[in-house]
């Protein structure tokens, strides 16, 4: 059951995330079946809005659960309940209305040119608030209660995740100069940051689900906040080899994105041990494989998938090919998509008053959609291999004459994509469907569902 009752304002952020994620991974579905069938929705929905979508709504879904993971575990942290509900939900409604209008707003074509920060400026404006607002209340939760590791490491990587995003303001004629700073909200978001969020987040379900004594897990927070800091800042370099700035970025990017792969490895090493210390003794299974499943995905789509082609005399062929591609959807969906899973698997049944519930078919859209991540991500790496040999090393071929070698890949991409859905809904009922049995006083009784607060 619920310690704090401030933890219940989580329950509607993880409800919009969710929501959010089912038109994610839709819309992802819909873009990759115009890749087997370019004219589909040509004149009503072009391709660029269709992606557009898709990558904005999983950039707002994540938020959205990083937001409401906040709201549940900071209270129990803290030692306190949240310094004001009232902020929280103004926020919730201020920070959903500003990604609604903008999916609108690029249905009618009203965006900014600048890839996964198209939002017009009203919009950021917005988000910028609401935002500010999260900020402000969780701050001074923490302010007047207790400070663990857990807490401050996450406030750092929201704090500093609020910051890098004002950069997304700054948009320069000169085209060198707006790709630098682009990557200062787009990378130090995703590979810097947001790991701090990922691991504070990762620590508490931790802490919960294996048993193992906090003073112990918060040693390796530190360990790991410190090589995703060292590694990730000047890691940003791998982005800059090619857009026009010094030639010495090639060797700084190179030697620092090496160490990227460190703080995910010592992730999965934190995770198993102290699984094997705790004995899998909590009865929530499902947040349990959720959680110690996101480092080690994380550890190959973010790690190994992106050191595969970071080095600078590699991502000289590969760099803008499908094995960007096939690195950024495995680390997205290991680091960040499965850690808010493993959030609202672990909270969903105490918001609700229940027990561990539907864990079974919980467990089974891990798999599936597992499996089908791990499954495009070799396809579209298979198909980066034969577009980097065909266009970069032999070269002579026209892009057209590429992409027609490459069908059989995107028809098996969309497949896979097709499975996620699946695997999407089943998480989603799994959650939010009817269960038979719900906490009362302490102990378990058949009963119909709670009605959603």
Known sequence: MLRY???????MYFVGALVLFLAQVTFGVLAGTIYVLPNLLSEVLPFHIIRMI???????????????????????????????????????????????VAVVGYLFRIHEGREFL?????????????VLMFLFNVSMTVLKGRKTAVNTVLL?????????????????????????????VVHLWVEGVWELIMAAVLAYLLIKVTGVDREIIEKWLYVIVALSLFSGLLGTGHHYFWIGLPSYWLWVGSIFSTFEILPFFA????????????????ENKAALLWAVGCPVMAFFGAGVWGFMHTLHPINYYTHGTQVTAAHGHLAFYGAYVMINIAVFTYAMPSLRGLMPFNQ?????????????????TFTLTFAGIVQTHMQRVVGGYSYMDVQDQLALFFWMRLG??????????????????????????????????????
């Open 5 to 11: 009752q401030t933890q219940k304002l989580a329950y």
């Open 54 to 100: 898709h990558t904005n709504s999983l950039i707002v879904w994540l938020l959205m659960g990083f937001f409401g993971a906040t709201y549940y575990l900071i209270p129990e942290e803290a030692e306190r309940d949240i310094f004001s509900p009232l902020i929280a939900k103004l926020q919730f409604w201020l920070f959903l209305g500003a990604g609604g």
């Open 118 to 130: 198209e939002q017009p400026i009203y919009v950021k404006v917005a988000i910028v608030v609401a």
């Open 156 to 184: 750092l990587g929201l704090w500093l995740a609020g910051i890098f995003y004002f950069f997304a303001f700054y948009n320069p004629t000169n085209l060198v100069l707006d790709k630098m700073y682009w990557w200062w």
């Open 267 to 282: 992730m999965v090493v934190w995770a198993f041990y102290l699984l094997y210390q705790g004995g899998r003794r909590h």
């Open 360 to 376: 079974l078919l919980n467990m089974w859209s891990f798999w599936l959609m597992t499996s089908a991540m791990a499954f495009m």
């Open 416 to 453: 896979s994509g097709v499975v996620v859905v699946v695997a999407a809904v089943l998480l989603v009922y799994s959650l939010l469907g009817p269960v038979r049995e719900q906490l009362t006083a302490g102990r378990r009784v058949d009963a119909e569902p709670m009605p959603a607060e």
